[in-house]
């Protein structure tokens, strides 16, 4: 199913412009974002192709079968919730039943962890692309041999410098497990390859070391150690770091850069937006889509702010919000089963047509 069959089909209950033009926040290159509510005819509602969300490829479109809006509206989920309160100017289309829910019916203190959790989540996105911005990684993965140090007359040197003075190869290197030691390996050198030992690590994509067959009576050339959980912490970051720049949107990126804040200001401007919107919902029991403070939430956006200042400005905001859910008067969660019945209701009538 797609959005234009829905539409075609007259199934579509709901329609609203959102995101930054709902909040009030857009900028001249701004996308139209659009959600909205659908309902399956019952055939497909009662069959076996439930179909619960649509959206187009670029997912700045994005509709939910009405059983799955229920069931999100349930949960306090932000984006929902957003659409029930949407702007008079912003809705597009609203079926007559889309009247029998109000926002009344769902506000709850739940909010706290929906609006100002998801907030959170954003701040740690900030700071750990901040981190990839300020840290760039190499293009070329280090290796094993990277991580791996030789104790030698009680001192700890890297296996590339102690090779070096050596004048050694780490092809003509043998390595011999030492039981109960994790990451330590006597270490043995032959200097006329004699017995083909496997060296240090096969090749450079190797993941670990390379251990050897090594005749009795050969002297110990020194200890190696293998640093495996430095490694595998820095694979993983490797990893994710350039899956980073293979996937980030890079219109946000240049962004970054021509502001030189070093942190993605347009995700910290909806992180304050949030938490702005958490707090005055808990306090006032409203929940205000359209800011007030366009000005001061774009000059965010464009990067006016040190990153230190947001970050305290959030946890200002997290502390406001405990205040303010201590003696909110909503209810502890939303009435389930009140908006059940609501939605066999709408159901109830919409397969009577």
Avoid at 278 to 299: F, I, Q, S, W
Wanted: charge should be negative.
């Amino acid at each position: 199913m797609t959005i234009k069959e829905i539409k075609n089909k007259g199934l579509l209950l709901f329609e609203c412009v959102s995101g930054s033009r709902a909040y009030g926040l857009e900028t001249p290159g701004s996308d139209t974002d659009l959600k909205g509510v659908y309902y399956l005819p019952r055939s497909e509602f009662y069959g076996l192709n439930y179909v619960p969300q649509v959206s187009n490829k670029s997912n700045d479109e994005v509709y939910y079968e009405l059983g799955r809006y229920f069931e999100l509206l349930s949960k306090c989920n932000p984006n929902i919730l957003e659409m029930l309160s949407s702007p008079e100017d912003c809705v597009r289309y609203k079926h007559p039943l889309m009247e029998k829910l109000n926002p009344g019916m769902v506000l709850s203190k739940v909010c706290k962890d929906t609006f100002a959790g998801y907030a959170i989540t954003q701040v740690r996105k900030a700071k750990g692309l901040k981190k990839k911005i300020v840290n760039p990684m190499p293009e070329k993965r280090a290796s094993v041999l990277d991580f791996c140090f030789v104790i030698e007359n009680g001192l700890s040197v890297r296996l590339e410098d102690w090779l070096k003075e050596k004048n050694y190869v780490q092809e003509r290197c043998g390595l011999v497990n030492i039981p109960h030691s994790r990451g330590l390996y006597a270490l043995f050198y032959d200097q006329e390859d004699e017995f083909h030992y496997s060296g240090v690590v096969n090749s450079d994509r190797s993941n670990d070391v390379s251990l050897s067959s090594v005749p009795k009576g050969q002297r110990i050339a020194g200890y190696l150690s293998f640093n495996v959980d430095s490694y595998s912490i820095y694979c993983k970051e490797y990893l994710e770091y350039w899956d980073w720049v293979e996937n980030r949107n890079e219109d946000r990126y240049m962004g970054t850069l021509e502001h030189g804040k070093d942190y993605d200001a347009k995700n910290m401007m909806h992180t304050i937006r949030l938490l702005e919107v958490a707090e005055e919902l808990l306090r006032t029991g409203t929940l205000k889509v359209r800011r007030d403070n366009r000005t001061e939430l774009l000059a965010i956006r464009s990067g006016v702010f040190e990153y230190e200042e947001l970050l305290k400005r959030a946890e200002d905001l997290v502390e406001k919000i405990g205040k303010a859910y201590a003696i909110s008067t909503l209810p502890h969660g939303v009435d389930k089963v009140a908006l059940e019945n609501v939605l066999v209701e709408m159901r109830t009538e919409l397969y009577k047509l």
